[in-house]
């Protein structure tokens, strides 16, 4: 088994810091990252490393060593529409999403966007996500051939929409279920793939299908389902006008059988406490995609109530409506909507969301998200001089937690110097 090192700064996160007890993360300013067949074997101070400095096998490290980012949620087929103008998500979707989805019918299309696709993610330091394809079943094959070539822990999975859509992008439920059916037996668990049964949401789908998909997610027990719960206050006043008999938007779900502990629910703003209690108890997690809600004027999530109700939380750039690949900009704008709810994020607790809370929200919490031994070797080095503004903002910077804030407000992708998976080297700044 041949062994890479890396010396330099390391900074990981190794729980959540609302729940641990000063031990929620570990940084070495000149620490050694061991790493071999694909995985982390070894990470603590240089000096007690037990290894020549002069030995040929250290790769120098001029940046900041951190795990991979983790994204919750993501569309795969929004690349084309994203930053469009002036609407509100139900109108944005009829106006902008659905006719940029529709030609992923075409598997040339579908396959030259995902390689751009993924192209992206890693530029921008994600190295994992969970990502929403198109109607089409071709878009998963797609997605999925170009993320087992990179050996990128990647889950996805193809929309189900029978209803109230554009007939182009209809399928029915028995084909939905089938497609759905046949990606989970090609693709989950080939390589690090995953799948996930992916409702597009209530309103666009029918009692059948939902039925099919809490079926399909009861019989394979290793697979997630994502969809999109109380994002804009117009969706949850036409949610209640087709299930009036629903006690909420998440009791929609929940009667279905789609509220369960591998449930991951996108937006999650306008939830009552009762919603987030019986999320929690189930064990469903949310996404939070500030970039996205702000946006399309959506709302402001609640992180404090949702994470003191004890619902896992991940973060999502939600591309196209998000308006970058970048979890950096995005923590950009996840502290901007704490700061207008008199709560704003830790800069430690932002990278957690971003890297481990993400992993967990995943069900790979034990793989990925964190820069401990046994785990999966994904992790990106963050170079704090990539701008003017942060050399000159970082220059004199030697609390970590404050160059971390510096990099989640001043970062993008262009602080991304490159991204590793599985132990090698993916993407490097050109």
């Known amino acids: 088994m041949r062994h890479h090192y890396l010396r330099g ?14 031990a929620a993360f570990f940084y070495y300013p000149d620490g050694l990252l061991e790493i071999g067949d694909g995985r982390i074997q070894r990470v603590a101070p240089f000096e007690s490393a037990d290894i020549c400095p002069d030995d040929p096998a250290i790769l120098h490290i001029d940046g900041l060593i951190t795990p991979g980012f983790v994204d919750t949620h993501i569309h795969f087929p929004q690349i084309d529409m994203i930053a469009s103008y002036g609407e509100k998500l139900l109108d944005w979707l009829e106006r902008y999403t659905f006719p940029a989805e529709a030609v992923y019918s075409d598997p040339a299309h579908a396959s030259d966007a995902a390689v751009f696709f993924l192209d992206q993610l890693l530029a921008s330091g994600t190295t994992s996500a969970l990502v929403f394809a198109s109607v089409h079943k071709a878009s998963v094959e797609a997605l999925f051939t170009e993320a087992l070539a990179r050996d990128m822990r990647l ?9 109230n859509v554009p007939e182009a992008l209809r399928d029915t439920a028995e084909e939905g279920d089938a497609d759905t059916r046949a990606l989970i037996r090609d693709w989950h668990g080939r390589g690090r793939l995953g799948y996930a049964v992916t409702p597009r949401f209530a309103p666009a789908c029918s009692d059948d299908q939902m039925r099919r998909a809490a079926r399909t997610l009861s019989e394979h027990p290793d697979v997630l389902m994502q969809t999109h719960m109380s994002e804009n206050l117009a969706e949850i006043d036409w949610v209640k006008s087709l299930y009036p008999d629903a006690t909420s938007y998440l009791d929609v779900y929940d009667s279905f059988g789609l509220l369960t502990d591998r449930s991951v629910f996108a937006h999650c703003i306008h939830l009552s406490n009762a919603e987030r209690k019986a999320m929690a108890q189930a064990g469903a997690s949310a996404a939070f995609c500030p970039t ?13 109530a949702t994470e003191a109700a004890g619902v896992k939380v991940g973060l999502g750039t939600d591309v196209g409506a998000g308006t970058s690949f970048s979890l950096l900009q995005t923590l950009n704008e996840a502290y901007k909507v704490g700061q207008l709810q008199d709560a704003p994020l830790d800069p430690v607790k932002a990278f957690y969301l971003a890297t481990l809370g993400g992993a967990r929200v995943l069900g790979h ?23 003017p503004f942060l050399a000159r903002r970082t220059a004199h910077v030697d609390q970590i937690e404050d160059l971390l804030f510096i990099l ?23």
Request: proline letters at 4%; zero cysteines; glycine letters at 10%.
């Open 9 to 22: 700064p390391i900074f990981s996160t190794i729980a959540d810091p609302a729940e641990a007890d000063g």
């Open 408 to 430: 989640a407000t001043l970062g993008d992708d262009r602080a991304v110097k490159e991204s590793w998976i599985a132990g090698t080297r993916a993407y490097r700044r050109a």
């Open 292 to 304: 996205s809600n702000l946006f399309l004027g959506s709302g402001l999530f609640d992180l404090a």
């Open 155 to 163: 889950i996805a999975g193809k929309v189900l929409m029978d209803r």
């Open 365 to 387: 919490g034990d793989k990925i998200g964190s820069l401990e031994a046994g785990k999966e070797a994904d992790f990106i080095i963050l170079d704090p001089k990539a701008t």
